[in-house]
Every structure is written in C-alpha cells, then in structure tokens.
C-alpha cells in the first residue's frame, strides 16, 4: 500500500510539473473601480432566465473560461468542462461575492450540500468558514460583506436557476453530480481566479490574454453578459478582446437588452453566439461602433426568437442581411395598361 501511495504521489507531481504554467493568472493585475456602478446596484445574481439557450453553443468548449457576472458562470463554465475559470467584474463587491462561493464551494461536497449552505439557516457555518478561508482582514471583510447583502438573493436565484434547467431538461451544477464535482475540482485544484476586471480598461483583459497564451490555452467561451451595450467599440476595448486567444473553435456568449434587435419573447433580452474567429472579424471592422450595430447583422437561429448565431465576418453578414430584407419585400402587382378594356390582351 506504501509504494501504490508513493506511485500515486509521484504521478500527481509529474503531471503537476508537466501541466500548463498557471503563475500568470495567479498574479492577475485588477483594474481600477469605476467612478460609478451601472444604476448605482450591485447585481449579485443574474436576471438572464435563458441561459438554456446557450447550452449547446458552449458544451464541452474546455479551454480557459472568461466571464464577467456572478451565479452565470458557474452554469456555463460546468457545461463547457472548463479547464480554468476566469472571473471578471468591474464591480469589487461581485468579485467578494466570488470568494464566497470559493469557500462555499471547497467546503460542500455535493449539489445539495452546496444548496443548503446557502440557506438561513447555514449562516454562522458559512461565516465561520469565510472567517477560516481568508488571512487577509480586506478580503475576510469584504467577503463577509458581500455574503450578508447577496445571501438571500443567490439563494432565490439558485432555486430559479434549478427550476429553470429542470424545465429545459438540462444538466445543472446545482443539481447534476459530474457538473458541480468538475466546478469543485477547479475550486480545490486552483483553478479559479477572480479579479476586479473592466473590459474597457487597460490592465486585466490584456492580462488575462498573456496568461492564457503563458498556458498555451485558447480560450473556449467568452461570457460577456450585456455589458457591451454600455459602452462602444473603441479602440482600447478592440484591443483588449484582441489581446485574447480566440479561434474559430471558441465561442463568445452574450445577452442584450438594447432597442433595435428581437429579445426573446416575455425578456429582457436578445441572446446571441458567435464564434471567437467571427468576433476578432468584426473588431477588425471600423463600421462597427458597437454591439447593436454587429447584431443586426446576425442572422436568427430558426428555432427561437432573440436568438441569433454569428459565425461569419462583417461584409459577408452585411451582403447577408440585404439578401433577407429584399426576400421580404412583398411583390409589387403589375398595373394594367391604359386603353383595355377588361379581357383584352396585349399583343406585341
């Protein structure tokens, strides 16, 4: 039994050794708080009820995961087999909230387990385990913090979430065995990393992209919410998506509740997928000045309406979209020519 634990031992430390270099993402950069938060809220879980429609876009992308948000991602990132999860939010307060369920997630060892840890009546337990989790006073502080605002909220949001996946007949990490113990091995190995990110700010994101190519990583899913319809397409947020290793076999995820575009029917939101070779085109494209004027441009799923996939470049998209709007237009009836009479014909 001594030398099977010394094997055992001895081939976790090879293939440690021989992994992909993770240091960079340990020591990701944060970018500075913004001067104001959207609406002045802290949006501690997520009100996008359809997530079920991006299930078969990012199943099994593997790779590194990007995502900016809360509860979202983990439903994502346990779907796509994520082998890294990076967690994004320019809001510090979400980002606490990260390191909640980092210690919620170490500490159950099943979908149901995890659950009632969010419960009222687990709160002391789960005090005392971020009051363990954490050394350093900030971050134990802003940890407990985020807990007593959000607890209530996550744990309505999760049920939601449950009854949301049950009804789509998806698998859920709340509820799914193999999802949640693939987000708990993340969380156990380290493979987890949060940071206080700004897609338009110059530090994290370009970070982010130099510690997936230090890996030698692509990244599988990039979850943008709909926070591309507060800002434009400018040069700083071009070069920052840029700075991410996409490809055609990557997939960007995203919502958005902008006029102009079809939202799914009873929401809030249009839902949409593209894929990373795609997006990297249309960042490339001056035209574009920002995420309305790209999904215009998408062509509908078929199946659901507000869902749009976009795997093609922007003049082609363009070409596209005026090929569709000219078969729409309805067939103009010839007018009779003046001077016959009803039952006449012309002839030539």
């Not at 809220?41 to 991006?54: G, K, P, Q, T, V």
């Not at 959000?150 to 698998?171: D, G, I, T, Y």
């Not at 071009?238 to 960007?252: G, K, T, Y």
Request: charged residues 25%; aromatic residues 8%.
């Amino acid at each position: 039994m001594r030398l099977l634990a010394l094997f055992v031992a001895l081939a976790s430390t090879v293939a440690a050794a021989s992994g992909p270099d993770l240091s960079a993402f340990a020591s990701l950069p944060a970018d500075p708080a913004p001067p104001e938060l959207v609406r002045g809220l802290h949006y501690w879980i997520s009100n996008e009820n359809d997530l079920a429609l991006f299930h078969d876009a990012v199943k099994d992308k593997g790779g590194v995961y990007v995502g900016v948000g809360s509860d979202q991602n983990y439903l994502l990132g346990a779907w796509a087999r994520a082998e890294i999860l990076v967690l994004l939010d320019f809001d510090q307060s979400i980002v606490d909230l990260h390191r909640v369920y980092r210690v919620v997630f170490q500490a159950a060892e099943t979908p149901e387990d995890f659950r009632r840890l969010w419960g009222l009546k687990s709160r002391p337990e789960v005090r005392r385990l971020i009051q363990e989790g954490y050394t350093d006073p900030r971050e134990r502080a802003r940890a407990l913090q985020a807990y007593g605002s959000a607890r209530w909220a996550v744990e309505r949001r999760l049920n939601r979430v449950v009854e949301q996946m049950a009804k789509a007949s998806l698998p859920c990490f709340l509820v799914d065995e193999a999802d949640y113990a693939h987000l708990r091995r993340l969380f156990l190995e380290g493979k987890v990393f949060m940071v206080r990110g700004d897609l338009t700010a110059k530090r994290t994101v370009s970070a982010v992209g130099r510690a997936v190519a230090q890996a030698g990583m692509k990244v599988g899913v990039l979850y943008l919410s709909n926070a591309e319809q507060y800002f434009p397409y400018d040069s700083r947020y071009r070069s920052n998506l840029r700075a991410l290793p996409l490809d055609e076999a990557s997939v960007v995820v995203r919502t958005s509740g902008q006029r102009g575009i079809s939202h799914v029917k009873g929401t809030y939101y249009h839902y949409n997928t593209q894929s990373g070779a795609s997006f990297l085109a249309w960042l490339e494209d001056a035209k574009t000045r920002d995420v309305r004027a790209m999904l215009r441009h998408a062509p509908p799923s078929g199946t659901v309406y507000g869902l749009s996939r976009l795997d093609i470049g922007p003049e082609e998209a363009r070409e596209a979209l005026k090929q569709r709007l000219l078969a729409k237009r309805p067939v103009k009836k010839g007018k009779k020519p003046r001077g016959l009479s009803r039952g006449e014909a012309v002839v030539r």
